[in-house]
C-alpha cells in the first residue's frame, strides 16, 4: 500500500517505523523541521515503552533521563502525600520521534489538502491530534488549555521527582516533571483557565530559566465520543480519535497501542474501530467520572461501581501506570 501519514508526533512517527519496512510511506509535517518540536509533557512508563519500541527496533533505555521514586501530591488543603513510582520516567522525547522517521521519506512544513492526497494515496492517516484536520469535526469534543514550560535551573531544582497539584473539581491538574540534573518540564491544565496563572505563579516562586513556552490544548473526550473514526481513504489514529486517559492526561502510551491496532487491521476499518472501542472502553468510564466532577454532579454513591471499575482497570494495570495504585488515594482524588 501507498499510505501517507499525516502528522509526525508520537503516533505518525511511531506508525512510520512500523509501517516502512512493508508499504511506501510517506510522512508530513505541518511544522519546519527546525522548529519541529515534542511540546507535551515527556513522562512515560519504562517498561511498556520498551516493549513497544522494540517493535521498531528501538531501545527505549538509551532515551531515559530520569527514573522516578515517588511522585508527590498536593491535593486542594490536604496534607501532602506520596505514591510510590515504579517504572514512571521521562525522556528525550524529540530524539526517540527522530529515530522513529529516520531513513524514512518524511517532508516538513508541508501542509496537504485531503484532495490531493486522496489522489496519490492508498490510505491517508490522520495523526494531526487535537486538530483532527483530515477527519469530520466531533459533535462532543472536549479539550483541555495546557500552558507549559521547560525550564533549566542554575541553583538546585524544585523538587527530586515528579510533583503533581490536582485543581479543584478535577478541572485539571499542574505538573512538574523532572529532565534530569538541573531541568524540568513544568506545566499546567485547566477546564477553568487557571492554569496559565499557576504555571506564571510555580516560575515566580521558584525561578528558572525558561527555554520553551508552549500553549495547547489537549482532547479529553474519548474514543466513543469521537466517532467516525474512518471516511473514506482517511483514518484517525492516536488522540484524533480520544486516545487520552482522561484522568492523567496521559496520551503517549495509549497512542502507541492504537497505532498498534491499526497494523494490525490495516485495511480493515471495522474491525479496527472495534478493536479500539473494546481496548479504550473504560476511558469513557474515566470521562464521565471526570466531567462529573467538573459540573459538580458527582455522588460517590452513585458513581462507585464506576469507580471501582476505574480502580479495578489500573489496579490490575498497575506496571502499566508505573505507580502504585491504592483505592484511598483514587478516594482522595474523588472526594477532593
Same mark, same amino acid.
Given at each position: &500500500?501507498?499510505?501517507?501519514?499525516?502528522?509526525? %508526533?508520537?503516533?505518525?512517527?511511531?506508525?512510520?517505523?512500523?509501517?516502512?519496512?512493508?508499504?511506501? +510511506?510517506?510522512?508530513?509535517?505541518?511544522?519546519?523541521?527546525?522548529?519541529?518540536?515534542?511540546?507535551?509533557?515527556?513522562?512515560?512508563? *519504562?517498561?511498556?515503552?520498551?516493549?513497544? @519500541?522494540?517493535?521498531?527496533?528501538? !531501545?527505549?533505555?538509551?532515551?531515559?533521563?530520569?527514573?522516578?521514586?515517588?511522585?508527590?501530591? !498536593?491535593?486542594?488543603?490536604?496534607?501532602?502525600?506520596?505514591?510510590?513510582?515504579?517504572?514512571? @520516567?521521562?525522556?528525550?522525547?524529540?530524539?526517540?520521534?527522530?529515530?522513529?522517521?529516520? !531513513?524514512?521519506?518524511?517532508?516538513?512544513?508541508?501542509?496537504?489538502?485531503?484532495?490531493?492526497? =486522496?489522489?496519490?494515496?492508498?490510505?491517508?492517516? !490522520?495523526?494531526?491530534?487535537?486538530?483532527?484536520?483530515?477527519?469530520?469535526?466531533?459533535?462532543?469534543?472536549? @479539550?483541555?488549555?495546557?500552558?507549559?514550560?521547560?525550564?533549566?535551573?542554575?541553583? %538546585?531544582?524544585?523538587?527530586?521527582?515528579?510533583?503533581?497539584?490536582?485543581? #479543584?473539581?478535577?478541572?485539571?491538574?499542574?505538573?512538574?516533571?523532572?529532565?534530569?540534573?538541573?531541568?524540568?518540564?513544568?506545566?499546567?491544565?485547566?477546564?477553568?483557565?487557571?492554569?496559565?496563572?499557576?504555571? *506564571?505563579?510555580?516560575?515566580? /516562586?521558584?525561578?528558572?530559566?525558561?527555554?520553551?513556552?508552549? %500553549?495547547?490544548?489537549?482532547?479529553?473526550?474519548?474514543?466513543?465520543?469521537?466517532?467516525?473514526?474512518?471516511?473514506? /481513504?482517511?483514518?484517525? +489514529?492516536?488522540?484524533?480519535?480520544?486516545?487520552?486517559? #482522561?484522568?492523567?492526561?496521559?496520551?503517549?502510551?495509549?497512542?502507541?497501542? @492504537?497505532?498498534?491496532?491499526?497494523? *494490525?487491521?490495516?485495511?480493515?476499518?471495522?474491525?479496527?474501530?472495534?478493536?479500539?472501542? =473494546?481496548?479504550?472502553?473504560?476511558?469513557?468510564? +474515566?470521562?464521565?467520572?471526570?466531567?462529573?466532577?467538573?459540573?459538580?454532579?458527582?455522588?460517590?454513591?452513585?458513581?462507585?461501581?464506576?469507580?471501582?471499575?476505574?480502580?479495578?482497570?489500573?489496579? /490490575?494495570? =498497575?506496571?502499566?501506570?508505573?505507580?502504585?495504585?491504592? &483505592?484511598?488515594?483514587?478516594?482522595?482524588?474523588? *472526594?477532593?
Amino acid at each position: &500500500m501507498k499510505i501517507a501519514i499525516m502528522g509526525m %508526533g508520537v503516533a505518525g512517527s511511531y506508525l512510520v517505523s512500523r509501517l516502512k519496512n512493508d508499504h511506501e +510511506v510517506v510522512g508530513f509535517e505541518r511544522m519546519e523541521e527546525i522548529k519541529h518540536d515534542s511540546i507535551c509533557a515527556w513522562g512515560s512508563i *519504562k517498561s511498556t515503552m520498551i516493549d513497544l @519500541c522494540k517493535k521498531s527496533g528501538i !531501545d527505549f533505555e538509551k532515551y531515559i533521563v530520569h527514573n522516578g521514586k515517588t511522585m508527590y501530591v !498536593d491535593m486542594n488543603n490536604q496534607k501532602r502525600f506520596q505514591i510510590g513510582l515504579h517504572g514512571l @520516567c521521562t525522556y528525550e522525547k524529540l530524539s526517540l520521534i527522530k529515530d522513529f522517521i529516520k !531513513d524514512s521519506e518524511v517532508h516538513f512544513g508541508v501542509s496537504k489538502k485531503l484532495e490531493e492526497l =486522496e489522489s496519490e494515496f492508498d490510505v491517508i492517516v !490522520d495523526c494531526t491530534g487535537f486538530h483532527r484536520i483530515y477527519l469530520p469535526k466531533l459533535e462532543q469534543d472536549f @479539550c483541555l488549555p495546557t500552558y507549559e514550560y521547560k525550564i533549566e535551573y542554575e541553583n %538546585g531544582v524544585p523538587f527530586d521527582d515528579f510533583y503533581i497539584k490536582p485543581f #479543584p473539581h478535577m478541572s485539571g491538574y499542574f505538573w512538574y516533571f523532572p529532565m534530569g540534573k538541573n531541568l524540568a518540564h513544568v506545566g499546567a491544565g485547566d477546564y477553568n483557565k487557571q492554569h496559565v496563572e499557576e504555571t *506564571k505563579k510555580f516560575f515566580k /516562586k521558584y525561578g528558572g530559566k525558561v527555554t520553551k513556552t508552549v %500553549g495547547r490544548p489537549i482532547r479529553l473526550a474519548t474514543p466513543n465520543l469521537c466517532k467516525p473514526f474512518y471516511k473514506g /481513504k482517511v483514518v484517525g +489514529v492516536g488522540e484524533s480519535i480520544g486516545t487520552v486517559y #482522561p484522568l492523567l492526561g496521559e496520551g503517549i502510551i495509549p497512542s502507541m497501542i @492504537c497505532a498498534d491496532i491499526f497494523v *494490525k487491521n490495516l485495511g480493515n476499518n471495522e474491525k479496527y474501530e472495534k478493536e479500539v472501542d =473494546e481496548y479504550f472502553k473504560i476511558y469513557g468510564k +474515566v470521562f464521565n467520572f471526570i466531567r462529573s466532577k467538573l459540573h459538580n454532579k458527582f455522588s460517590i454513591l452513585r458513581m462507585m461501581p464506576d469507580l471501582l471499575s476505574i480502580f479495578r482497570y489500573m489496579k /490490575k494495570n =498497575e506496571e502499566r501506570f508505573g505507580m502504585e495504585i491504592n &483505592m484511598r488515594d483514587l478516594l482522595k482524588v474523588a *472526594k477532593a
